[in-house]
């Protein structure tokens, strides 16, 4: 199971980081990405890490503001994100797969597969706004 948390409300060019707790296996064999859906709007796939020294950009939104980052101790996974903007405001999932990421381009943007990923997080609410 994932427990995705951390989520509230910031100001834009704030920061937040995000928390994803793992339970029954561990995170280190995992992919893990991250995904956000803002009201009205299809799960967008941010970025996913295949181990703890790669991480794959998804999104060109999340390039240069979101990073990932694990602590294996605590088998928790987590999303630094800087630079706010109020189109960042979305629910924020986690997600966990024993493959490694999967990108995919279908010519115009990059794309994750929500089918990809057989273990999600409940969510966590992020909302930008002065």
């Known amino acids: 199971q994932l427990q995705a948390s951390g989520g509230g409300s910031v100001q834009p060019g704030g920061s937040l980081r995000l928390s994803c707790a793992a339970s029954g296996f561990i995170f280190d064999e995992y992919a893990v990405g991250w995904f956000r859906q803002a009201p009205g709007k299809e799960r967008e796939g941010l970025l996913c890490?295949?181990?703890?020294?790669?991480?794959?950009y998804i999104s060109k939104s999340a390039q240069g503001r979101f990073t990932i980052s694990r602590d294996n101790a605590k088998n928790t996974v987590y999303l630094q994100m800087n630079s706010l903007k109020p189109e960042d405001t979305a629910v924020y999932y986690c997600?966990?797969?024993?493959?490694?990421?999967?990108?995919?381009?279908?010519?115009?943007?990059?794309?994750?597969?929500?089918?990809?990923?057989?273990?999600w997080g409940q969510g966590t609410l992020v909302t930008v706004s002065s």
């Open positions: 890490s295949s181990d703890r020294w790669t991480t794959e």
């Open positions: 997600a966990a797969d024993r493959r490694s990421c999967r990108v995919y381009y279908n010519g115009t943007h990059s794309y994750a597969k929500i089918t990809d990923f057989n273990s």
